[in-house]
């Protein structure tokens, strides 16, 4: 019987291979050339606690960091989940403009991602937001203008689409430092056609953003035939937004070890604290690999161009 504990322990992860998760159609993606860095997060047993104790590549962290205290797994999930799809999305628009490729956005689905424990509402995780006091909700910023439009704890009604029935429920207006809110986070699924198509082939295991810049320079090398990798491996970090601009994540002296263990070229990260505590961590273990900081998806399109 294994004992569960209080704990989740980080370790060192590796590298995958951005072709095995996506495919465009008439399209060749380079092989091995873009690869999306991660980190091994796994609960804590006694025998895997005590060996982190002797190893400097494994921290132990409070099972809140990772699971909340008004959550369970199956919502941390579905949040993972969600900003995975959110992730993907937008580096494809991202990419594919770029590109000059056609993209057409179909449909746009609501979802609730994560619920403040301040919030007052019988709302849950997972819940495909259909209308708000009888308006239609089409997008996120209709969303936040209409919260704006109603009074401190005003009661609201939600309709909401979940286990497969529609019903309603309802929400309290919360003023938190003068900012009208329901305390809750909404994510959205975009449903999108593409030319060429896309198609990406993820495990229901597998969730985050931070493979979102990785993924939109994959699709745009393979859109374009830029062969950026010029042969090079390369291995990065970072989410992205509909801009282009690199966000910092977490996790990040975990993959430079795991790019490092994957003899990657090129580590691309996030510019800011992320690329100060990847160049820490290669300073302290003398490792071998080019770091790049990046702040838009425009500045590893140009380093890889001129180096």
């Known amino acids: 019987m294994t004992i569960k504990l209080p704990y989740y322990i980080n370790t060192p992860g590796g590298s995958v291979d951005i072709r095995s998760k996506i495919s465009i159609a008439d399209h060749q993606i380079t092989k091995n050339a873009f690869n999306m860095a991660y980190v091994y997060e796994i609960p804590a047993t006694i025998p895997t606690l005590i060996y ?52 057409n956005i179909i449909r746009k689905n609501f979802y609730v991602t994560y619920i403040d424990e301040l919030a007052k509402t019988d709302l849950k995780i997972g819940d495909k937001i259909l209308k708000i006091n009888n308006e239609e909700i089409d997008d996120l910023a209709q969303i936040h203008d209409l919260i704006k439009s109603f009074k401190a704890n005003q009661k609201i009604d939600i309709q909401i689409k979940r286990d497969d029935k ?85 996790g990040v002296k975990y993959k430079i070890k795991g790019a490092v263990k994957a003899d990657a070229d090129i580590f691309f990260v996030p510019a800011g604290q992320n690329y100060e505590d990847v160049m820490e961590v290669k300073l302290e273990k003398k490792y071998d690999i080019t770091v790049v900081p990046v702040n838009t998806l425009d500045d590893a399109i140009e380093y890889l161009q001129n180096n």
């Open 52 to 103: 982190s104790y002797f190893n400097k590549n494994w921290d132990v962290i409070k099972k809140e960091e990772v699971v909340l205290p008004n959550e369970n797994k199956e919502d941390v999930k579905f949040r993972d989940q969600m900003m995975l799809k959110e992730a993907n999305q937008q580096a494809i628009i991202l990419a594919y403009n770029k590109a000059n490729k056609k993209t």
């Open 166 to 250: 529609i019903t309603t429920k309802s929400a309290t207006i919360i003023n938190n430092k003068n900012n009208l809110m329901i305390g809750i986070l909404i994510s959205v699924d975009q449903e999108l056609e593409t030319i060429p198509k896309i198609e990406f082939k993820f495990k229901g295991t597998e969730g985050g953003p931070s493979g979102g810049f990785m993924m939109s320079l994959a699709i745009y090398d393979t859109l374009t035939g830029s062969k950026l990798s010029q042969n090079r491996k390369i291995i990065g970090t970072g989410s992205i937004d509909q801009y282009g601009n690199v966000g910092e994540i977490g």
